[in-house]
């Protein structure tokens, strides 16, 4: 039984002074230089103990976004339309989602909605197309009032507007 637990010890040592003189060779490799042995070894020992330590398990820890309803659907809508330049946004697409508790007044909730271009014009004819062209992701500011959730237009920043091909 002893034989069997100093060969998973060393094993696990031999692992590691593997790793070491490979991560020590690949750093030689990219930066042309002598390795600093011990600031790597103080990096490795930083980012372990960053993740043992208890204070951040709820960092690491991500929960589902959760969809909610808003009551200022269309004034948002208008708000997107104006930030991101597209002709026109779709309000029954809106997906309004969060990750702050839902039971506090304010909130920070992240905003998805299509976005319409204007109409192409070919040839003299106008052609109006009900497909999307482009995908808004938003965040902005919301608070809980007596009606719902209303989300503040003017915190409302776009995050990205997303060419639909």
């Known amino acids: 039984m002893a034989n069997k637990v100093v060969r998973i010890i060393l094993m696990i040592v031999l692992f590691i002074i593997f790793f070491e003189v490979g991560l020590f060779s690949s750093y ?22 960053g993740l043992l330590n208890p204070e951040k398990v709820n960092d690491a820890l991500i929960k589902d976004p959760t969809p909610i309803n808003i009551t200022n659907k269309k004034d948002v809508g208008l708000a ?22 839902t039971n506090s007044k304010n909130l920070t909730v992240n905003i998805e909605a299509l976005g319409y271009a204007s109409p ?24 809980y009032k007596d009606a719902g959730i209303r989300v503040k237009t003017n915190t409302l920043v776009i995050t990205s507007v997303l060419k639909l091909y």
Do not use: F, W
Request: glycine letters at 4%; zero cysteines.
């Open 28 to 49: 030689t490799i990219v930066t042309a230089e002598a390795p600093n042995v011990q600031g790597l070894i103080e990096m490795q020992i930083d980012k372990v103990a």
């Open 120 to 143: 192409n014009s070919t040839s003299g004819q106008i052609i109006i197309s009900q497909t999307p062209s482009y995908k808004i992701i938003a965040s902005a500011d919301a608070t």
């Open 80 to 101: 997107m339309e104006n930030l991101s330049n597209v002709d026109g946004v779709n309000v029954d697409s809106m997906n309004i989602t969060t990750r702050d508790d």
